[in-house]
């Protein structure tokens, strides 16, 4: 671990993932806002030129056992004077359907996705608790909203996040700590891989009409995302320290970031409504008839 000076009065936010993708792109937007930055990788050769920039490096692996987590984060904590705001922004891609995809794909995408988000969350909530202050940024995806084919376990990792960050946040808010969801679209980050997005799992013909376009979509998009990162990361910023689009406004429990998540968000809710409007009496008649 190691250590770069930073003024006392500035927050320090702490990020998992930061070797790419969002977690690079919020730590140098952090940096250019005099923000103390934590910036973790599990291997940190990987993050060593964030250290010239004024990040304060740390190894993290979210799929560390929690005691090994729980005492890494006292040590941060410590060093820093106490974390403010934890961004759980590890995670990555397993393309395939269902059926083609393996147990052990299920354990590598929830391994990093959802329980290494767990243990992370869970190594620093007694430090917030002591504190009665701190903020969890949980970033999940427009897949956290909406489900795709060829991506169900990448899906079923985001709509994890989504429902664990709502019941937290029901959970630690008389506590004083707060949580919010972010749901990125697509931005022109590595994510899909500098050397190409991931290979879609799949042989078996039936799904063709399903894994073919995946592949094609994620090898149009890759380099191509039509999203800025940077403009990305200040909006969290923003929305987590109330300032620019942040100001006079409630940190959010979901903050869409794209138009596309936009998009996203706001069809989900008309298909919702949709089958509500079909459904309401026939859904509401199920109760016993005694009740009133």
């Known amino acids: 671990m190691s250590s770069s000076s930073a003024s006392p009065s500035t927050s320090t936010w702490f990020i998992t993932g930061c070797s790419g993708g969002f977690g690079r ?14 910036a973790t990788a599990r291997k940190l050769d990987s993050i060593k030129d964030l250290e010239k920039k004024g990040a304060v490096l740390a ?11 729980q005492k890494k984060a006292k040590e941060i904590d410590e060093l820093v004077g106490g974390v403010g705001v934890v961004v759980n922004n590890a995670g990555f891609l ?6 083609e995809t393996s147990p052990a794909d299920d354990h590598r995408q929830f391994d990093t996705n959802v329980f290494g988000f767990l243990n992370t969350t869970r190594a620093f909530l007694p430090l917030f608790r002591s504190r009665n202050s701190g903020t969890f940024v949980n970033i999940s995806s427009i897949a956290g909203v909406q489900g795709y084919g060829a991506s169900g376990l990448y ?10 960050t709502e019941s937290l946040a029901a959970e630690v808010s008389h506590l004083g700590i707060r949580c919010t969801i972010v749901e990125p679209g697509y931005f022109r980050t590595n994510f899909l891989g500098a050397g190409g997005p991931p290979k879609v799992v799949g042989s078996i013909a039936d799904y063709h009409a399903v894994t ?20 990305g990361s200040h909006l969290i910023i923003d929305a987590v320290l109330g300032e ?8 959010p429990l979901r903050l869409p970031l794209g138009p ?12 919702n409504l949709k089958i509500l409007e079909e459904w309401r009496e026939a859904s509401a008649s199920t109760n016993h008839e005694d009740v009133v």
């Open 25 to 38: 792109e919020l730590v140098l937007a952090l940096l250019s806002r005099n923000q103390r930055v934590v």
């Open 59 to 69: 190894q993290w692996d979210v799929t560390d056992e929690l005691e090994v987590l």
């Open 94 to 99: 397993v393309a395939g359907t269902f059926e």
């Open 155 to 164: 899906c079923s990792s985001k709509f994890a996040i989504e429902g664990i």
């Open 212 to 231: 073919e376009p995946m592949e094609a979509a994620l090898n149009a998009y890759n380099g191509k995302q039509p999203g800025d990162p940077s403009k």
């Open 244 to 251: 620019g689009w942040g100001k006079g406004k409630e940190l």
């Open 260 to 271: 596309d998540a936009v998009a996203t968000l706001e069809a989900k809710a008309r298909e």
